[in-house]
């Protein structure tokens, strides 16, 4: 059964990014982001995968290669084009 999640695209010089909004337990330590991560990103060969969940503190946290996640690092959630992407 395919799973639904948001997806945003954006562009970052010649790189293209796409986000993907998870849940926060699927970062919530080291392991499960590692795994949600590498579980993502033979699906978008052709970007650099970031996981973006919500926080406990409601924060927006991104996973994902360091350049990218420090250029994101204080984004917001409602600052991206969010649109569902079916996966399985």
């Not at 059964?1 to 337990?25: D, P």
């Not at 982001?33 to 060969?45: I, N, T």
């Not at 250029?71 to 569902?84: C, D, M, T």
Request: charged letters at 15%; one cysteine or more; proline letters at 3%.
């Amino acid at each position: 059964m395919a799973q639904v999640y948001q997806s945003a695209s954006i562009q970052l010089g010649n790189e293209v990014i796409t986000v993907i909004y998870v849940s926060y337990s699927a970062i919530a330590t080291d392991e499960m982001a590692g795994r949600s991560l590498a579980a993502m990103k033979p699906l978008f060969r052709n970007s650099t995968v970031v996981l973006a969940a919500q926080g406990v503190n409601l924060a927006c946290e991104f996973v994902g290669p360091k350049h990218v996640t420090d250029i994101l690092r204080g984004r917001g959630l409602h600052e991206f084009k969010w649109y569902p992407i079916s996966i399985g």
